[in-house]
């Protein structure tokens, strides 16, 4: 595609005068200018250090044909006429970015029927959920999440939960060649601050629930619900918005709706469009009777806890309209079994004497749903193992201290990924929610944390290890290393 027709898809781009880089044939889209290869289109976006415009002359150099920077950046530096002419400023950059991406793969969010899942907890749950619902019709449903990007014939580790909008247009468009026919997508905070997903047009937009995380990045809760209400404007939904009325910044988004266009869900409210009675908590699943705006049924699912029913309602409510039959959705819930890092069991063996699960919570209220799902099927004490992520909300951090300690028999405060802060204060922010009445065991090594829970443990106990789930790494510093909870509970079983 040539500079010239690409540019045109862009509004809000001042087009420069006639010069011989609108010819060039554009051969791909780069906002990294350390990765810019020749043919490229770099795209300078702001980001949280940087504007990332002002590095268009080493984007440049290795060999872009033309940079779409800020006005500011394009400004910034005193250039040649050469560079000039391929320097593109725009008023806009994050607008500019998404509609060139969308552009230059040829619009492959229009070619999908889109589902967004957007909340604090249950995204990756909940879309996994929505995927495998809309497969059993026929399996063409593409997935983009924490876990991975996923889509018949193809799956890729993800490295973040809502792709950047070069990525995730280049994902879409992939789908669509596959021949996809549904795209279900978690939508992160951050992807809509920033605008990741401009651009794709939802038929289903999902809220899960709003609790406190990413206070590091969001000025304060009001600002987080903000971006995330956002998935429920115009331009990003266009057909049913499916929200949790127990949540009650799901009742604002409620509120703020037309009442036609919202499926409210609840698992124990009967004014809401999708609810749930008679219900059986056990140990290896939950039933009971599904009401919904295509009629009442009974069903069971392996999932297990509260608010796993929660995620259920929102699945169900998502396929329903998309156009599956009620009865096919039903029949097919009892397969599915869980999402991996989600209520995980590790079980080495039929005489295993503790029972171990490994979980994803890394916020405050998603520790408490653990912790109470999991109580009434531990025989006698529950260890959890826990910490929080460096770099990330601090103020989370007591409270995650304090539910452990009120909630857990016995607390075990570990690290979690701690980036770049010092392990030994994260443990200290945590340790400041802990009344001093309650005395956790402090373990800043996590292999050796996880190894203390399960060698401690008497018959009856059950060890919950939360926080990395499906993690199979361990971010130390800027250091990477492989580890995985799974792998050291296993271990650590197997000395038992
Ligand atoms: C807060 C956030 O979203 N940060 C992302 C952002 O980093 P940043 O804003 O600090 O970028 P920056 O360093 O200021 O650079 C700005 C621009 O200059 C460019 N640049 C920079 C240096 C250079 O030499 N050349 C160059 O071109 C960069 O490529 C970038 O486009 O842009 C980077 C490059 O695309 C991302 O890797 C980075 O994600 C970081 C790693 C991250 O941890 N993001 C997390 C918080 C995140 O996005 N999480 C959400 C939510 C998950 C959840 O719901 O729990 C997600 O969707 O994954
Ligand atoms: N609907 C829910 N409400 C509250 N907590 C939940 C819900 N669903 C899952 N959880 C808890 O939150 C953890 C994370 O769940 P999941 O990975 O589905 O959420 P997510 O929104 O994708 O998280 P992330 O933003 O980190 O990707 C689970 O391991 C579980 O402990
Ligand atoms: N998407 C979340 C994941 C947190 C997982 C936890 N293990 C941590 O590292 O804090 C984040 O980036 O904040
Ligand atoms: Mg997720």
């Known amino acids: 595609m040539k500079l010239r027709e690409l540019l045109a898809a862009v509004p809000g781009v001042m087009q420069p005068p006639s010069h011989a880089a609108l010819e060039s044939e554009v051969k791909g889209l780069t906002t990294n200018s350390l990765a810019c290869q020749p043919g490229d ?24 044909v033309a940079a ?49 899942v957007t909340g604090t907890n249950g995204k990756t749950t909940t879309t ?18 924490t876990l991975y990007a996923r889509w018949p014939g193809y799956q890729k580790t993800a490295a973040h939960t809502t792709p950047f909008a070069i990525d995730l247009q280049q994902n879409l468009a992939a789908a669509v060649a596959a ?35 990413h206070l590091d990045f969001h000025r304060d809760l009001e600002d987080y619900f903000a971006a995330k209400a956002l998935l429920f404007s115009p331009g990003y939904l266009k057909g049913r918005a499916i929200i949790n009325q127990d949540d009650a910044y799901g009742r604002r988004l409620i509120d703020q709706l037309p009442a036609e266009q919202v499926w409210s869900y609840s698992t124990q409210d009967s004014n809401a469009d999708l609810w749930t009675s008679d219900l059986i908590y056990e140990a290896n699943g939950v039933s009971g009777t599904l009401h919904t705006p295509k009629g009442d049924i009974s069903f069971r699912s392996p999932l297990v806890g ?3 029913l929660a995620n259920l309602l929102a699945a169900v409510g998502t396929a329903l309209h998309l156009g599956l039959e009620l009865e096919t959705i039903v029949a097919a819930l009892p397969q599915f079994v869980g999402v991996p890092g989600r209520m995980e069991r590790v079980q080495i063996n039929d005489g295993q004497d503790i029972s171990v699960i490994v979980d994803y919570a890394h916020t405050p209220d998603s520790l408490e749903n653990l912790l109470k799902a999991a109580r009434p099927f531990i025989k006698e004490r529950m260890i959890c193992v826990f910490g929080c ?22 607390a075990i405060v570990t690290s979690d990924n701690p980036r770049t802060e010092d392990p030994e204060r994260i443990l200290q922010d945590v340790l400041a929610g802990i009344p001093t009445t309650v005395k956790p065991l402090v373990i800043c090594d996590r292999a050796e944390a996880i190894r203390t829970a399960i060698l401690e443990a008497k018959p009856g106990d059950g060890v919950l290890i939360a926080g990395k789930g499906h993690e199979d790494y361990q971010i130390l510093g800027t250091e990477k290393i492989h580890f995985d909870d799974r792998e050291q509970a296993r271990a650590a079983l197997e000395l038992r």
Request: hydrophobic share 45%.
């Open 41 to 64: 289109l770099f795209i300078g976006m702001p980001g949280t250090r940087v504007d990332g415009g002002e590095f268009w002359p080493s984007a440049i150099a290795s060999g872009a």
């Open 68 to 116: 779409l920077v800020s006005s500011t950046a394009a400004q910034k530096r005193p250039h040649t006429e050469a560079e000039a002419a391929c320097v593109i400023p725009a008023s806009d950059m994050v607008q500019a970015c998404a509609q060139v991406a969308a552009a230059f793969y040829d619009y492959p969010a229009q070619k999908l029927q889109l589902v967004g």
């Open 128 to 145: 996994h959920l929505i995927e495998f619902l809309l497969n059993q019709a026929d399996p063409s449903t593409a997935l983009f999440g």
């Open 179 to 213: 021949g996809c026919e549904y795209g279900v997508m978690e939508v992160s905070s951050h992807a809509l601050a920033q605008g990741r997903v401009l651009g794709c047009e939802f038929e289903v937009a999902v809220f899960t629930n709003l609790t406190q995380d």
């Open 306 to 308: 509260q608010f796993n």
């Open 389 to 410: 992520g460096g770099d990330r909300d601090r103020t989370k951090r007591p409270q995650m201290g304090k539910i452990a300690a009120d909630l857990a028999d016995l």
